[in-house]
């Protein structure tokens, strides 16, 4: 197996004899490249992966020069190191990439409208009154990646959804309150469960740990996370790895819901709005 420097790449450069076979390796290099980019756009491997492109352009063009034989030993030393690094960097985006290639489907997991809409109704009537209560609440659905394993992190409960079982589990004096709730299908299946934090900066210090678990949960699986702010009382919704909505319009926390768990396109002519900035109440202030 041939070792892979610097050398190894400029003189493959400068061999290269054009014809279909090197038009049609170019492109099928073109292909992969444009793919990573799709799998990892909107995330922070965005910066990394141009940081990355900047440097190795700068040495290749440095290491082409003649008489920089110490600076092109040193390049051919940390290079097979720096490969090895690269999927550790971007083990997050790339767990995330191998999901969504996995996936037969936009999703997997589809909502019959007889369990969905009084699902919702009791998220939207749970979460109305559990704002007004300034109490907090994290609830999680399960779509196409398995939550198993943040499921078995919780107390198992595999029961019927309705507003009155989650304002049990949200109240602040039961031992429930804490964790998030994750819904699976029509059944509520666990409570209590411990979400992954994210790592991202939030640039609102109102936001706590619910608002990290949400983002967190959301930067792993493709699940759709309702968040109640216990400062403020107001309602977010998180997925694929950033916060959908912020202080959203409790009328149309169900609309929302629905939209985002059966993939209609009802919203693209009716856009998600926030609500307006107020100084007191459950609509006024951040998260």
Known sequence: MNEITVDSILETVRNLRWGWISVLDILLVTAVIFAVFLLIRGTRAVQVLRGLVVIALAVLVLASIPGLIAFRSLVNTILPVLL???????????????ERIGRSGRYLRFWRQNEINPMITAVK?????????????????????????????????????????????????????????????????AAACVMPLSTSSLSDRQMGLRHRAALGISEVSDAVTVVVSEETGQVSITHNGRFIVRRLEPSRLDEVLHTMLTGSTSLKNNPIKPDSPSKDGPKGGVL
Do not use: W
Not at 84 to 98: C, G, T, Y
């Open 84 to 98: 090895i690094s690269i999927p550790i960097i971007f083990q997050p985006e790339l767990r995330r990439a191998l």
């Open 125 to 189: 009537e749970a979460c109305l009154r559990l704002s007004q209560r300034r109490h907090g609440a994290l609830i999680t659905f399960e779509r196409d990646t398995g939550l198993q394993e943040y499921i078995d992190s919780g107390i198992a409960m595999n029961a019927d959804i309705s507003a009155e079982l989650l304002l049990t589990i949200f109240n602040k004096h039961t031992e429930l309150h804490d964790g998030a709730v994750i819904i699976r299908g029509e059944k509520l299946a």
